[in-house]
C-alpha cells in the first residue's frame, strides 16, 4: 500500500459519524466555543497516536490494542477484556451511526419525527439490518463500499466550509460567537470543556484501526508515522473549522434544539438559494453509514477471531457455507446493537449519540490509557532494528489524560449511564468468557480421559 492510498484510507476511518452527528450535543456543553473540545480531542488522539507509532513500527505484524497489551502484561484475562472492549466500542459506534442516519433521512424526506419516536427508532434497526446484509456479502464487498463512501462523506464536510466560506461573502456568518463559551451546568470552564472533550473524542476515533495496515505499506517505519500524523492533522483541522463554521452561522440554541440536524441547518441557512440543504442530508447518510459499515465489520471480525482462539464459545466462529463469512458473529453483534438502540431510544432520557457515542469515547480511552502505559513497558523489549520512537512523555501525558477523561466528573448526570452501558457489555464479555472455559475445561478433560482413562485428574 502506497502512502496516498493509505492516507486515504486513515482520513476515512476517522472520518464519519463523529462530527456528522456530535457537532450539537458538543455544543450544547459548551456554547459557541464548540471547536475547542474537537481540538482537545485531537491533541489526545495525536498522542496516543505517537504510542500507537512506535508500537507498529516496533511490531509490524503483531495486531490491535490487544496484542500489544498481551506482549507487555502477559495477563490473558486483561487481554480479552480489551478486546472485547474494542469490540463493543465498534457495536456502540455503529449504533450511534444507525440513529444518525435515521435523523439525516428525515431531514431529506422532510418528515416530522421528534428525537427518539418510534418511526426513528424502526429505521435505526433497518439501518442495521442492511449493514449486516452487506456484511454477509463479505469483505470484498464492504471494502469497495468503504473507499466510495470515504470520499462521500469527506465531500460533505468541505461541503460545509464551503457553504462558511460563501456565507462570509453575503455577510451571514458572525464568528464572534465561537468565542463564547456558555455551560448549562454550574460547572468550571474547565470541566465543562473536559466533559465536551470526552463526548468530542469519539469523533477522533478510527485512527487505531490503521495500525493493521502497518504490515502491507512499504518501509512502515519511514512512511506509517508521516502518514498517520498527516491524516490526524487532516481531520482535526477539518472538525475545528466544521464547528466554527456551525456556530457562525446558526445561534447556539437552535443548533441544540432545531428540528433537523445541527449540520443541515447549518448548510440551510449558509446557502439559502442553493439546493446544498437539500442534498447534503443524503450525503450524511452516506457517511454515518460508512462508520457503521467499518465498525460492524472489524466487531464481528473480532469476535469470530475470538471465538477461533478459544475465549469466545466456538459457536461464534462458524462461518457461512459459500460466502465464508463469520454469520453467527455478524448475527451476535447485530442483535447486540439492537438491544443498545432500543435501550437507549425507549429507557432513557438521553440521546443516542450522547448515550452511545459516549460510550464507545469511554470504551476506547480506557482502553488507551493501558496503550500507553505498554509502550513504556515494552520499552525493555529490544527488538534489534530501528523503529519509530516516540518521546517519553507523551505516553505519560496521554495515559494521564485519558485516564481524566475516563472518570465520572468528564461526564453529566445523563451521561453516567455510559458506565451501565459499558459495564453491561463487559460483563456479557466475562460471562461468555467463563462459558467458554468451561467448555474448554471440558473438552480437555474427554481428551485426557480417551488418551488414559485409568489415570484421569478427578480432582
Known sequence: MGPKLLLLFIVGDILGTGVYALTGDVAAEVGGAAW????AAFIVATMTAFSYLELVTKYPKAGGAAT?????????????IVAFAVMCSGITSASTASNAFAGFLRDGLGLEWEAGSTPLLFVALAFMTVIALINLRGVGESVKANVVLTLVELSGLLLIIFVG??????????FSRAMVFESPSDKSTFIAISMATALAFFAMVGFEDSVNMAEETHEPAKIFPKVML???AITGVIYVLVSITAVALVPVGELVSGEQSALTQVVATGAPGLPFDKIFPFIGMFAVANSALINMLMASRLVYGMSRQEVLPPGLGIVHKTRQTPWVAILFTTLISYGLISYVVLGSGSTVVSLLGGTTSLLLLAVFTIVNIAVLVLRRDDVGREHFKTPTFLPIVAALTCAFLVGPWARNEEQQQQYEIAGGLLALGVVLWAITWFINRAVYAKKTYMRDPEHIDHD
Open 68 to 80: 500489544f497489551i498481551h506482549k507487555a502484561f502477559g495477563v490473558h484475562f486483561l487481554t480479552f
Open 230 to 232: 498527516s491524516g490526524l
Open 36 to 39: 475547542a473540545p474537537f481540538l
Open 165 to 174: 466560506l460563501y456565507a462570509v461573502t453575503q455577510g451571514k456568518a458572525d
